[in-house]
């Protein structure tokens, strides 16, 4: 959506948006997984703003991966809620399906794209993949759906490569064309598993650049190892451990955090690096 298209597009539903002053867009309540008895998160609470982006760190085995599976229903959480729009919405009674339909996209650490389609073909196959009226509109309307797809272009940084083979970008660019596919459906959150695994540094610096200026538009969760990376997007820090939030603030506040910082020096992840550590 263009600058001028959202503008009016927040003028013609301000009545209908009055869920933009709530206090939360995702709320995960106290979530509890067990697998075999090995508790992966325990009383894990978790509160995002609209529009917000969380950078959500931890050592390997702290429980982030399983935390997208419970947001996405992907896991069933022993105990818990995970809520969407203050507590409107329980997603733990929802199936995968309906939790993506409700606008909840997620990025695994693998692109899933279509290597034999083209870039372009990839973004429409993810437009034509969303059900809601809106979007089967825009499937009738082929010249609206272009140019969603060029906006979609634009905003990953690929509208010279629309019409490549996907199997022919570069690592990086197939990661950007996957968070393209997601931006296709227009989710109002999006959950990204460890982006920049495998980026040269430019695509780093890119990968980080599109994920802030994805968010405000949208609520933007991303889990990374990479602590140069964080250190660059990051505005509100989750440290997880052992299934449970072990610190959360701006990234100065978490990596000066003896909690944090023992955890880091003891686990093979490394150090913080940085000031104070
Ligand atoms: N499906 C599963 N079955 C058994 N154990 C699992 C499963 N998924 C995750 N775990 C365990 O739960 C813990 C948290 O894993 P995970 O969420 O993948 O951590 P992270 O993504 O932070 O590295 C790990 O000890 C992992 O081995
Ligand atoms: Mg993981």
Redesign the pocket.
Known sequence: MTQAQSQAHGQATHHAHATLSDPTMLWVDNVSVS??G?K?LTDLTLLLDPGELRCII??????????M?VITGK?RADSGRVFMSGRTIDLTELSEAQIAELGIGRKFQRPTVFENLSVFQNLELALKTKKTAFHSLFARLSSEARDRIAAVLDTIGLPTRAHAPAGLLSHGQKQWLEIGMLLAQDPKILLVDEPVAGMTQREMERTGQLLVSLAGEHTVVV?EHDMDFVRDIAKRVTV?HE?RVLAEGSMEQVQNDPKVIEVYLGSEAGNLGGAGC
């Open positions: 697998f075999d090995f992966a931890g050592p390997n085995g702290a429980g982030k991966t399983t935390m599976d896991t889990v997880l299934g």
